[in-house]
T-cell receptor, first 114, second 114 residues
Framework: DSGVTQTPKHLITATGQRVTLRCSPR?????VYWYQQSLDQGLQFLIQ???????AKGNILERFSAQQFPDLHSELNLSSLELGDSALYFC?????????????FGPGTRLLVL | AQTVTQSQPEMSVQEAETVTLSCTYD???????LFWYKQPPSRQMILVIR??????QNATENRFSVNFQKAAKSFSLKISDSQLGDAAMYFC???????????FGTGTSLTVIP
């Protein structure tokens, strides 16, 4: 158990819908990362937050947005969902968000868009 | 843009033997970090080993070691005394010292044969 929690574990929805994925980092970690793992795109970095502020942005679509709240939990919002958004979405956390730090991954949220 | 290449989609090794997984990367940065992550069937991403580019000494973590060749931009993972629990997908990853973007290879699926 990494100490990172993600809810829900599974999510099934329809095209065009909007969903919110939630992540709680390890106790004491200030930085949160979001990743998408799909069959055709592999593992992709989406976005990073540190203490509520966006720190780095990767291959995140404009239909996707994220935020980190004062209690340090983070939410990833996916809207206008398409079939290709079906994937496993990971959240990870690290202490200060420095590149050399170990990132601890959550168990992931499996999203299926029908 | 930085790229990470894993040219071996699948590898197999006999239990107790040694196996080496390959990874090459492309970057114009001089300071960066490289990682190997393990993803077992549970899908949990686990950090195996980390290498700082400014360190010439190859990183070692118990049965796991790397062969880091900076000039060749090569970062291979050696697993000694392979165990059944080593069976997993292994991902090579790169991040620069600034920007905090992460890049992953496409993964190598390792099978351990009893």
């Amino acid at each position: 158990d990494s100490g990172v929690t993600q809810t829900p574990k599974h999510l099934i929805t329809a095209t065009g819908q909007r969903v919110t994925l939630r992540c709680s980092p390890r106790s004491g970690d200030l930085s949160v990362y979001w990743y998408q793992q799909s069959l055709d795109q592999g593992l992709q970095f989406l976005i990073q937050y540190y203490n509520g502020e966006e720190r780095a942005k990767g291959n995140i679509l404009e239909r996707f947005s994220a935020q980190q709240f004062p209690d340090l939990h983070s939410e990833l919002n996916l809207s206008s969902l398409e079939l290709g958004d079906s994937a496993l979405y990971f959240c990870a956390s690290s202490e200060r968000g420095h590149p050399q730090e170990t990132q601890y991954f959550g168990p992931g949220t499996r999203l299926l868009v029908l | 843009a930085q790229t990470v290449t894993q040219s071996q989609p699948e590898m197999s090794v006999q239990e107790a033997e040694t196996v080496t997984l390959s990874c090459t990367y492309d970057t114009s940065e001089s300071d960066y970090y490289l990682f190997w992550y393990k993803q077992p069937p549970s899908r949990q991403m686990i950090l195996v080993i980390r290498q700082e580019a400014y360190k010439q000494q190859n990183a070692t973590e118990n049965r796991f070691s790397v062969n880091f060749q900076k000039a060749a931009k090569s970062f291979s993972l050696k697993i000694s005394d392979s165990q059944l629990g080593d069976a997993a997908m292994y991902f090579c990853a790169y991040t620069g010292n600034t920007g905090n973007q992460f890049y992953f290879g496409t993964g190598t699926s390792l099978t351990v044969i009893p």
